[in-house]
């Protein structure tokens, strides 16, 4: 793994430890007894109703997640289905597989991989949350189908945003860039603050919030400053390169840049790499011991 990844790819995703908490989770009542709450209601607090603490996405528990997931896969094979198109509902073992492939490449090892790839974001475009897609055997069903009917499957099932997929979307905890049926489906299973992109997760803000933290994320910040890099957090790093990689583009893709477009790419491309690397430097020596020791005292012992 990417030694840059998140809180969210960090996370434990054994097979059997997914599998099991979907049979757990079945034995309650299955699909039936959705956590699925679209009236703006707080998912997976505690009967105070204080906030959740949860290593999973959207503070839920991984139970949790994995209905939230299917509900939402079975409701998009269902207007597909109305659009006109085969398509089979992916169960959480594969979307959750997807997700914590985010941040590597086949044969590449975490180290090699920063030093390859930074962060991944102007550098890495065939991301395996992209080539994902709609999962392997939608996948093949849309491939096989005629050009025209190609592109219509594309729009009905994600918009105008073919590559925010319904497992990106659930990794990033953002469906706000979504469309087609996924959209669709998010806004009847996550509440509207989840789908918004503005949604903070309840365990983060915690963390965030921390004094300890707050301390932790300045010296990272002055870390990097003393490097020759202005950020005042981890999460503007990324925000600085995709808006300055969509600056670029200009919508196209990256591969068919040419002239001085192709020159700024290459040129940012070396910019997340030196940044990458003194990022990571800077989140080891301030960031990562701080958080580690909040995330033992919020969420207990780890897998």
């Known amino acids: 793994m990417n030694p840059l990844e998140t809180r969210h790819s960090r996370r434990w995703s054994a097979a059997l430890g997914i599998a099991l908490a979907i049979a ?7 699909s039936g007894a959705s956590t699925s709450t679209p009236d703006g209601s707080a998912p997976g607090g505690s009967a105070n109703g204080s906030a959740p603490v949860s290593p999973e996405e959207f503070g839920l528990s991984l139970a949790e997640l ?12 269902k207007c597909m289905t109305e659009a006109g198109f085969d398509y089979v509902a992916l169960d959480f073992v594969t979307i959750k597989a997807a997700m914590d492939s985010d941040e590597t490449a086949a044969g590449v090892s975490s180290e090699d991989y920063l030093k390859q790839y930074g962060k991944g974001i102007t550098t890495q475009f065939d991301k395996p949350l992209v080539v994902f897609g709609a999962g392997p055997e939608n996948n093949a069903y849309l491939e096989a189908l005629p050009a025209a009917d190609q592109v219509a499957f594309r729009r009905a099932l994600w918009g105008d945003t073919p590559d925010r997929n319904h497992a990106r979307a659930v990794e990033d905890e953002d469906f706000s860039e979504t469309g087609g049926c996924t959209r669709s489906a998010a806004e009847q299973t996550f509440t509207p603050s989840e789908v918004s992109g503005s949604y903070l997760n309840p365990t983060d803000k915690l963390i965030e919030q921390d004094p300890r933290m707050v301390t932790a994320l300045a010296e990272w910040s002055d870390c990097m400053r003393a490097e020759g890099h202005e950020y005042s957090h981890p999460d503007a790093v990324d925000d600085d390169l995709r808006e300055r ?12 840049l040419t002239g001085p477009a192709l020159d700024a790419l290459r040129e940012l491309q070396g910019e997340e790499l030196a940044i990458a690397l003194v990022g990571f430097t800077c989140e080891e020596d301030h960031v990562e011991p701080v958080k580690a020791q909040i995330e033992l005292e919020l969420l207990g012992p780890q897998p």
């Not at 757990?24 to 299955?30: E, K, N």
């Not at 990689?245 to 068919?256: K, N, S, Y």
């Open 245 to 256: 990689l969509d600056a670029i583009t200009q919508g196209q893709d990256p591969a068919t």
């Open 66 to 77: 994995a209905v939230r997931v299917e509900d939402t896969e079975g409701l998009i094979a």
């Open 24 to 30: 757990a989770t079945a034995c309650g009542g299955g």
